[in-house]
């Protein structure tokens, strides 16, 4: 029988499940060669701006297989709706049986992106962080802040935004943490930052320098079309790691820096490599270090089975 989960339900269970352990398995998973992951399937709309991607894939050995479908309207929050949609369908390995229908409207994709976000500052932002520099002002923007409060002691933040409304709204969503978060008119004022995070789906590169010791979290460029980070960047840091070097072969900041010359693949480590202690990570302070996360079906898999099993009641199992 299938069960049908709706957005709420799905919080409430997404609540009791730890989800940057679920992200470190995933990403073990797929660099250790366990999963299966086809090339992301996408629709991209002019009028309205907007994208749909279809991820989907399974990991040897584990019970589920899932489809997920996640849409990006980026003119809806200027109508009182949120900008993500969507929807994962969770499949039995063995039978082939559809066992839940996970109606979360983005909300799963939303938090597995933060989490992963989350763990990427864990493995790679340095010892000392004076300030976190965070890049535009939606809902990746939000997530991303409060999965770091866990990670890192630093609680003064700067913000840049398209506008001081943005930022305004952003400051008072963010009103119930104990960060001091303030807003700023230019990247170029990340100088004092030691963890960096962008989240928008610019099609122009947004920040262009960082100081030596910076780590860098980019998450917005996940289409062909989107670049946030300057391709010099990538070409002078000590460190560059993606989740997934197949998809980085045709999206992502990686992409795009390959795509104009100033980055070799080679040197291109995925994070599950890292994780495993396969390839290198940041190895001084003074390091530049960026994590290109242009997100993979696995970890929609591990989210999806981990809140199931949730709501389910089931024993929790091993996501590894």
């Known amino acids: 029988m299938t069960e049908v989960y709706r957005s709420a339900e799905i919080a409430a269970a ?6 940057t352990a679920a992200m470190e398995a995933a990403f073990l998973a797929y660099s ?25 894939g399974y990991v040897r050995g584990e019970p589920y297989y899932v489809i997920k479908v996640a849409s990006g309207f980026y003119n809806h929050p200027a109508l009182g709706l949120s900008s993500s949609n969507g929807l994962m369908l969770l499949f039995s390995q063995e039978t082939g049986e559809l066992k839940a229908v996970l109606l979360d409207e983005g909300l799963l994709t939303d938090h597995r992106t933060a989490a992963a976000g989350a763990l ?14 965070i890049l535009g002002t939606g809902i990746q923007a939000e ?11 630093c609680r003064r933040v700067l913000v840049y935004g398209r506008s001081e409304a943005a930022i305004a ?10 960060f001091s978060i303030s807003g700023v008119p230019s990247t170029e004022d990340f100088g004092d930052c030691q963890l960096i995070v962008t989240t928008t789906p610019s099609a122009a590169p947004l920040l262009h320098s960082v100081s030596r010791g910076t780590h860098v979290t980019a998450v917005g460029s996940d289409t062909a079309g989107k670049q946030e980070l300057d ?12 989740d997934s070097r197949a998809q980085s072969a045709s999206r992502g900041e990686v992409f795009q820096a390959v795509r104009s010359g100033k980055l070799d693949m080679e040197r291109v480590s995925e994070i599950g490599q890292v994780i495993a202690g396969e390839r290198r990570g940041r190895q001084d302070a003074a390091d530049i270090s960026i994590v290109d996360l242009t997100g993979v079906a696995t970890q929609d898999i ?19």
């Open 14 to 19: 997404l609540a009791n499940v730890d989800l």
């Open 32 to 56: 250790s060669g366990r999963a299966v992951v086809p090339p992301v399937g996408e629709l991209l709309f002019a009028e309205p701006p907007g994208e749909v991607h279809i991820k989907y």
């Open 120 to 133: 990427a500052a864990r493995y790679f932002a340095p010892p000392r962080v004076d300030a976190i520099g």
């Open 143 to 153: 997530l991303q802040l409060r999965y770091l409060a866990p990670v890192t002691a």
């Open 169 to 178: 709204s952003y400051q008072h969503r963010l009103a119930d943490t104990n």
């Open 231 to 242: 391709a010099r960047l990538l070409a002078m840091a000590d460190v560059v790691v993606v």
């Open 302 to 320: 591990a989210i999806a089975r981990a809140v199931y099993e949730r709501l389910t009641a089931a024993q929790p199992s091993s996501l590894t």
